[in-house]
């Protein structure tokens, strides 16, 4: 299996020196796969949180998303560590990123705390 493309760009701490730096730049973006991650990234926006009644994205839940050819993965944290609608969401979330992907999409739940401010939310 193919190992996944990241979302982002290319640390110029690792181009090697026959590598030009203009080329380097130049490959760090890649129109098609910035489109993907767009796709989904609207396609996440139809998945809730239940208690806040506001979608995924805009709650800043989706921290990366990593687009392989053969598999993918959705790095997001939850708002709560005992989130009770978590495996509903887990699997929206999978299910909407398949769909935009067509192959399988690993959800993968980081441990790090959700800060509504990411989301632009005082309280």
Not at 15 to 26: F, G, H, I, L, V
Not at 58 to 63: G, S, T
Request: net charge negative.
């Amino acid at each position: 299996m193919n190992e996944p493309t990241q979302a982002t760009q290319a640390d110029p701490a690792t181009q090697t020196a026959d590598e030009p730096a203009a080329e380097t730049a130049t490959a760090a973006f890649d129109p098609q796969r910035r489109a993907t991650e767009l796709a989904i990234l609207d396609a996440l926006r139809g998945v809730v949180d239940p208690e806040l009644g506001m979608d995924v994205v805009e709650l800043a839940l989706i921290k990366q998303i990593i687009v392989g050819k053969e598999s993918s993965e959705i790095k997001m944290v939850l708002t709560t560590p005992f989130c009770p609608y978590a495996g509903s969401m887990i699997q929206q979330i999978k299910d909407a990123t398949e769909l935009v992907l067509e192959h399988p999409v690993k959800v993968t739940v980081l441990a790090e705390r959700w800060d509504p401010r990411d989301a632009g939310l005082m309280w």
